[in-house]
């Protein structure tokens, strides 16, 4: 990844940023993600000049249309409140549109590019059809009613269903959109189209949900941890687990790391992070389940009750551990954080939050040659099973929870292999980021060829 000035594929990737940043000004993340992809996937094409010519990657990374829009609601003081809203549909070359919706302060459009584009290539590794997509708004869910969500999500639908539907484009949910908002989306998009149809996945279950989707992004993390450590002879069990986060993905996440085995002794939020020497039981896990879905309380209240280490502001990478699982947001893991999980002997990084390390942090866990799965392949567990959704919608039927994790478990394991076959070989280390980029590539590429100039 670190090559000399004079290297020639360096001065491309060089040249492309210097484009991209001029034609996108201060969009910081999505910079990030662009540089970390062109990084690996410039020398692919310049030894394939068919991609060249197609001026491939100057068109994968301009979306093909952002739609930006005001979302008016009332708060129960009777005040009337404005929000911004963005849907980025990036790329629909081999599927509808299909990406989560965010609901947070910290969302711009800079975020949304960056998650929208990181969206094509994780949707094109799971080898289902889907397209690259990301939407939301800056609204914060945190200390509005249960009404005021309510508002807020039909007044946002009011605008956002004239550009989705079930061939079109399918959200779903990201952070501070789950189940909940999800229900008042799907009610007022079935309410203005008088359609029952799956354009949105992560429905309940008693109204189109697949079994399984709640789970699918933590449990494919680990799914996909698994993989590696099977590659070079090894497993999870009997692992020490550190995972940030507390919300879905994480939750997840340390439920299934811990049916399979590993001790998992740490769970975070945005106020600071937890550390359970003994470990987390199936009980602790559904008080931090119920305290953060049910009651949004935050995890100092875990330290209090089960007089655990609490790490006030902090996340938690000083903790030493054998696999590390970043599932709470972008950029939370610098170069600091990696030194220090690298010097306490970590040799695992999954990534279930999307771009959760720094460049800095990326460069040193390639370098460390561990075994570091990007979220690109590592949380797309969560949009291959919504894809599954799309099916059951489709088909009017509903698989059995066993099905639906049988195919979560064959989809990641097809993205690890992918992984393998273009980011090292059957017995070198895998570099998985090269990989998953390629692979990834590959498929979205070959779809945009196929149709021309269009
Ligand atoms: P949730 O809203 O359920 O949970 C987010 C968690 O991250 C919360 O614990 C939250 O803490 C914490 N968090 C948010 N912002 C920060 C911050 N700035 N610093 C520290 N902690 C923070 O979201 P999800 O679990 O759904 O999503 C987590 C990540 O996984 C995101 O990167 C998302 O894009 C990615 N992802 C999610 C998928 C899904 O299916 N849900 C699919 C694929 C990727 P607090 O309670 O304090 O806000």
């Keep these: 990844m670190n090559r000399g000035k004079s290297d020639p594929v360096q001065h491309e990737v060089e040249s492309f940023m210097q484009g991209l940043k001029k034609r996108n000004p201060h969009e910081n993340e999505f910079h990030q993600a662009v540089q970390e992809f062109v990084e690996t996937v410039m020398p692919y094409t310049l030894d394939h000049q068919k991609y060249r010519d197609a001026c491939i990657l100057e068109r994968m990374t301009e979306p093909d249309r952002i739609i930006i829009f005001r979302v008016s609601w009332q708060d129960d003081e009777g005040n009337i409140r404005a929000n911004r809203a963005w849907r980025v549909q990036f790329n629909n070359s081999i599927g509808p549109y299909k990406g989560g919706l965010r609901f947070h302060p910290t969302v711009t459009q800079s975020v949304l590019k960056f998650l929208g584009f990181e969206q094509c290539f994780k949707n094109s590794l799971t080898g289902l059809p889907m397209g690259g997509a990301k939407g939301g708004s800056n609204f914060n869910p945190k200390g509005k009613s249960p009404a005021e969500v309510m508002r807020f999500c039909q007044s946002m639908m009011v605008e956002l269903h004239r550009h989705i539907g079930e061939d079109t484009d399918i959200p779903a949910g990201d952070i501070g959109v789950g189940a909940r908002e999800i229900g008042y989306m799907f009610g007022m ?62 939750t997840y996440a340390a439920e299934k790391a811990m049916q399979l085995g590993a001790k998992v002794v740490s769970l975070s939020d945005s106020s600071g992070s937890i550390y359970d020497a003994d470990g987390f039981t199936p009980d602790k896990l559904a008080y931090i389940k119920e305290l953060k879905e049910v009651r949004r309380g935050r995890v ?106 049988d195919r979560l478990k064959s989809i990641m394991k097809s993205i690890h292999d992918q992984c393998v076959r273009q980011g090292g070989g059957e017995n070198e280390h895998v570099n998985y980021v090269k990989g998953a980029n390629v692979a990834g590539f590959i498929r979205v590429a070959d779809a945009m060829i196929a149709y021309g100039v269009v």
């Design 189 to 250: 998009y079935k309410r203005l189209e008088n359609r029952f149809v799956g354009t949105l996945t992560g429905k309940g279950l008693t109204f189109g949900g697949s079994l399984v989707r709640t789970e699918a992004t933590g449990y494919g993390t680990v799914y996909f941890t698994e993989n590696m450590l099977n590659h070079v002879g090894d497993g999870i069990e009997g692992k020490t687990v550190v995972v940030s986060g507390s919300g879905n993905v994480a």
């Design 300 to 405: 100092s209240e875990y330290a209090d009750k089960y007089g655990c280490e609490y790490l006030d502001g902090k996340p938690p990478w000083s903790i030493k551990c054998d696999v590390a699982l970043p599932c709470a947001t972008q950029n939370e893991l610098d170069g600091e954080h990696a030194a220090t999980l690298l010097k306490n002997g970590c040799r695992v990084v999954a990534e279930g939050a999307n771009m959760p390390s720094t460049l800095d942090a990326a460069r040193q866990f390639l370098d460390a040659k561990i075994l570091y799965g990007p979220s690109k392949a590592a949380n797309a567990g969560g949009v291959a099973v919504s894809g599954l959704e799309q099916s059951q919608n489709a088909l009017r039927i509903s698989w059995s929870k066993e099905e639906v994790d």
